[in-house]
């Protein structure tokens, strides 16, 4: 039987870095019978490969432990029928469990809505929300006790956001959908943990405003994120933050006023986006 980790968004940044703990973590592990796969899916096929030599190059190889590259666009629901043709067209090579899902391919985009492209704002919804309920709804299926999913929310999941306001109500949804999910299927031994980091260190902010700002400002080690993010969802914890600051910023959000919050980050926190 086959063992499949399947990670989206694995070309760079977080993704790239839960395919590297991961495997390496497998690498490390006493051998058993299964053989294990990790489902790197993203749509560069060659940085998804970049990302596979770094990986193999830093951790080694180990009999029975592959690393795979599926280039795909899961956006919307042409993407997630791409994503159940792959899943059928893999029992061809025999037969399969999925022990671990990270859905972790997403983007955001920053300034005021109606300053942005609105078939960006539009795709982000598709991408962060359909896409992510979609293969929750294709993988589920195919998990056994002691199965996980990680999916990847944000700090901005906690209250609205000006000048960020479609990314914070997309990762919003995607910390409800995951907490529920969590109390469906605890019953069935399979764990759900959403993962809710602030300002990481990776290409986001140079997407979210197309190459306006390089770098994300502040941000924090993804190494550390990740690493963290791991142990708590081995231990069943369905939200997980790093950083005090975030915990300290999630529980505080409880005592601020939705419409208050929504002004004062568009007052306060500008966000610069490039217009072409």
């Excluded at 409800?176 to 069935?188: I, T």
């Excluded at 690493?227 to 959000?253: D, N, P, Q, Y």
Aim: with cysteine.
């Amino acid at each position: 039987m086959r063992k499949i980790t399947i990670i989206t968004g694995a070309s760079s940044g977080l993704g790239a870095e839960f395919a590297r703990q991961l495997y390496k973590a497998e690498t490390m592990a006493s051998a058993d019978q299964d053989t294990k796969e990790f489902w790197l899916i993203a749509r560069n096929s060659e940085k998804t490969g970049g990302t596979i030599n770094s990986i193999t190059s830093e951790c080694g190889t180990k009999n029975g432990i592959s690393l795979r590259n599926f280039p795909m666009d899961i956006s919307g629901r042409s993407g997630i029928e791409a994503f159940r043709e792959t899943l059928e067209e893999e029992k061809k090579n025999g037969e399969y469990k999925i022990d671990t899902l990270v859905n972790n391919a997403g983007f955001g985009t920053y300034g005021e809505f109606t300053d942005t492209p609105l078939e960006k704002e539009i795709d982000m919804v598709d991408l962060n929300c359909a896409s992510l309920t979609g293969i929750c709804g294709l993988c589920i299926p195919l998990m056994e006790k002691g199965s996980s999913i990680i999916n990847v929310s944000s700090l901005a999941a906690f209250l609205p956001l000006g000048n960020f306001a479609v990314y914070a109500a997309t990762k919003s949804y995607v910390l409800s959908f995951s907490v529920a999910l969590a109390a469906e299927l605890r019953d069935r031994g399979i764990k759900v943990t959403a993962l809710c980091p602030g300002s990481v260190s990776t290409n986001f902010a140079n997407v979210a405003s197309n190459g306006a700002r390089k770098e994300v400002l502040h941000g924090k080690s993804p190494e550390k994120v990740v690493a963290h993010c791991i142990k708590k969802a081995r231990k069943g914890e369905r939200i997980v933050l790093w950083a005090f600051k975030w915990k300290f910023t999630a529980f505080m959000s409880r005592f601020i006023g939705r419409y208050f919050g929504a002004r004062f980050t568009f007052l306060h926190n500008k966000r610069p986006y490039r217009h072409e």
